[in-house]
């Protein structure tokens, strides 16, 4: 049995006539009469009683076309969705963002634009460390992530939404933190305790800050680690130390903290998308494209 045959049978029986139905399908009227007999030998069931002047459907006809139409109906949604789901317009997105890509307010706003042009695609988002973020991507767990720079094995690309300067944070109380708008520089820190992500954590930010400090001429003395940004502020605020974050950290206001601009040459970080060189995923290339977007309307 073929979905043609299938289609054949609705067709005669929706007009009760073999020419009419044969005109409708565009075939000619003896191969469908050969074809919904053809049916019936197959189910081993009447279809329609046949006379000269009429064709009506059996009661198994009738029991029949209610569910052939079923059948044909989800065929004809199978095929749509297939569809879709390669124009990207239907299916599940798997992201994977730092925690700090919140605070851009580009993610926030791409999501809202994607979530407005594919309001039929389950977007899943995860919050994760660079590190982790690379490994989803690459064993095919997430299809797209946000991550600072870090790293990135063999297979994996990358786009610089935008980058963002580093800056020095301290407490309001701290004998620097009236250093003005000019900021301070690296070196005026060395002597001090930072608060900062553990090396393990998986954040970019960690080597990034590690070779400023050797091109200022120390190695940071890190007195209290923290795996989440929020948290470094909060020892900081708490006097437990200094530390260096984005800028856009700026945006939490804790009292007792201040935020100061880092003078030191190269004393900025970037925000990348980060995919598989070979995805070919139209959801994904739609939400790369729509941050892509998002970013360069920003700056």
């Known amino acids: 049995m073929e979905l043609r045959h299938l289609r054949y049978f609705v ?15 565009r075939i000619s009227q003896p191969p469908l009469s050969q074809q919904i007999q053809a049916l019936e030998q197959e189910l081993g069931v009447r279809l329609f009683d046949r006379t000269n002047r009429r064709v009506a459907l059996t009661d198994a006809g009738r ?3 209610e569910e052939t139409r079923r059948t044909l109906a989800q065929v004809d ?47 899943d988002l ?11 991507v690459q064993d ?13 094995p063999a297979g994996l690309q990358t786009v610089e939404l935008f980058s963002e300067p580093l800056v020095a944070l301290m407490h309001a109380g701290h004998r620097l933190a009236d250093a003005g708008d000019e900021g301070l520089t690296l070196a005026d820190l060395a002597e001090e305790p930072f608060v900062f992500f553990p090396r393990s954590y998986g954040t970019g930010l960690y080597d990034q800050l590690l070779s400023l400090a050797r091109r200022a001429g120390f190695n940071p003395r890190i007195a209290q680690e923290a795996n989440e940004a929020l948290t470094i ?30 003078q030191d040459k190269d004393a900025t970080t970037a925000v990348w998308l980060v995919k598989r060189r070979q995805e070919q995923s139209p959801l994904a290339q739609a939400f790369m494209e ?3 977007r998002e970013a360069s309307a920003q700056r």
């Open 11 to 25: 067709a005669v029986a929706e007009e009760l006539h073999f020419g009419r139905a044969a005109e409708q399908l």
């Open 63 to 65: 029991l029949f076309l």
């Open 77 to 123: 949604k199978s095929v749509d969705v297939a569809r879709r789901a390669e124009q990207g317009e239907i299916g599940e997105l798997k992201v994977g963002f730092t925690s700090s890509a919140p605070f851009t307010s580009i993610l926030p706003r791409a999501i809202l634009a994607f979530r407005r042009t594919f309001p039929a695609v389950h977007l």
């Open 126 to 136: 995860q919050e994760m460390t660079s590190k982790q973020v690379v490994d989803a």
């Open 140 to 152: 095919e767990t997430l299809q797209v992530g946000m991550i600072r720079p870090f790293a990135l």
């Open 233 to 262: 502020i909060g020892l900081v605020a708490a006097g437990l130390g200094v530390s260096v974050l984005p800028a856009s950290f700026q945006r939490i206001r804790i009292d007792g903290v201040r935020f100061l601009t880092l």
């Open 290 to 292: 729509l941050v892509t």
